[in-house]
């Protein structure tokens, strides 16, 4: 099994131009958007496994665009992103997931949501009581497993 080829100087300038369209930055919030450097640090850093998908995803871009997504203006860089997001396919849905993830986890991020800067165990968070009853029919179920005797 080989490693996956870390992104290029043009990914990763992609990478940050579509993050900033994911997630812009706001003033009236006071919170950076997804192309800050630390949470730009934080994505290239965690990509791990879905590395080959993100650079797919920001190879697609490129073709779509001409030429690396970077270089385009706000209005050309919109058209792209959304023809992008009709041919995108599993690779778009993996780098926006890879962008939000590494977002909501930046800690000024949590503090403007007003969460605590922790992780969610050994405390945990409050949950609203669901509805437990819609659990009966998988509970209904006979056993989706071999016993081993």
């Not at 001409?66 to 780098?95: C, H, M, N, Q, Y």
């Not at 165990?121 to 056993?143: H, I, M, N, T």
């Amino acid at each position: 099994m080989h490693a996956p080829a870390p992104l290029t100087q043009r990914q990763r300038s992609d990478l940050r131009a579509v993050a900033a369209m994911i997630v812009p930055a706001s003033e009236q919030y006071r919170v950076p958007g997804a192309d800050d450097e630390k949470i730009q640090a934080d994505i290239l850093a965690t990509l791990g496994r879905d590395i080959e998908r993100v650079a797919e995803a920001l190879d697609h871009l490129a073709r779509l665009a001409g030429r690396p997504l970077a270089e385009l203006d706000r209005e050309k860089r919109d058209e792209v992103a959304s023809e992008f997001r009709s041919t995108g396919g599993i690779s778009a849905s993996t780098l926006t997931r890879v962008v939000l993830q590494c977002y909501y986890r930046d800690d000024r991020v949590l503090r403007s949501l007003g969460l605590e800067l922790r992780p969610p165990f050994p405390k945990g968070y409050p949950l609203e009581q669901g509805d437990w009853s819609l659990l009966d029919p998988v509970k209904a179920r006979p056993p989706m497993w071999r016993r081993v005797k």
